[in-house]
């Protein structure tokens, strides 16, 4: 249950020079936020939005045309600075980045707390909803998922990676192989999942620091030597 306070997604903010009307507005999207990421955007209802956040249709119609441009509100100023906050910004630190960005998953895995982990990346959740649904969604998920992938680049070119394409090739790996251990962490409960994920970006960025190939798969025996191993 939300108190009456401010929130930014998972941390409080001041009120003390926000207007009557901000403050409206921020309660209810910060009630909206809670709602869809528990249910989703389309089984979320204006009606428990509104009742959650105590206030009139009156004041939702006031800052927000319709459900759909309340979610678009959400997905700007709450998901976005949810994942600014958590994954992104702590990037401009700089550094080695094979030490700087696991440290920053790692930390960033940290700081979801058990519920987090169940009901799973709230970016992830819109744009399996969504993506497919409106297109005006998928440009909004799309520009912050390039947000990250921009975001990594620009630490991977302090390294050893000069070559644009390969730091854009490694930054939309990274992106994607942490959106899908935040899935299984969710599908599964487990924020190890998440873990053991990490894990394996480190060693995939350390063999691509030391420009080793990558593992492949066992040759198929030849005839002869298949022929051996059944006699």
């Known amino acids: 249950m939300l108190d009456n306070r401010v929130w930014v997604g998972y941390k409080p903010i ?5 207007s009557k009307g901000d403050r409206t507005r921020r309660r209810l999207l910060e009630v909206a936020y809670e709602v869809i990421r528990r ?3 389309q089984a979320a209802g204006l009606d428990e939005i509104l009742s959650g956040s105590g206030l009139t249709k009156g004041a ?3 800052h927000f045309r319709d459900k759909t441009a309340l979610g678009y509100a959400v997905l700007d100023e709450i998901i976005v600075e949810i994942i600014q906050k958590r994954w992104i910004e702590p990037l401009s630190a700089g550094g080695d ?3 700087l960005i696991p440290q920053v998953l790692r ?4 700081g979801l707390d058990d519920n987090e982990i169940a009901l799973g990346c709230p970016l992830g959740n819109l744009s399996a909803e969504m993506s497919a649904l409106d297109d005006t969604f998928t440009g909004r998920i799309d520009s912050l998922y390039g947000d990250w992938r921009q975001a990594l680049a ?3 070119k302090a390294g050893e990676f000069t070559s644009p394409t390969d730091r854009r090739q490694m930054a939309t790996f990274i992106v994607s192989a942490v959106s899908g251990c935040l899935a299984r962490a969710k599908s599964s409960s487990l924020r190890e999942v998440l873990l053991e994920g990490i894990d394996e970006l480190e060693v995939y960025l350390a063999q691509r620091a030391d420009k080793s190939p990558a593992p492949k798969y ?3 025996a030849q005839s002869s030597q298949m022929e051996d191993f059944l006699l």
């Not at 930390?107 to 940290?110: E, K, R, V």
Request: no cysteine; net charge neutral.
């Open 14 to 18: 001041g009120m003390e020079n926000i």
């Open 39 to 41: 249910k989703g955007f």
């Open 60 to 62: 939702l119609y006031h």
């Open 97 to 99: 980045p094979l030490m």
């Open 107 to 110: 930390a960033a895995a940290a």
């Open 154 to 156: 620009g630490v991977l």
């Open 218 to 220: 066992a040759q198929p």
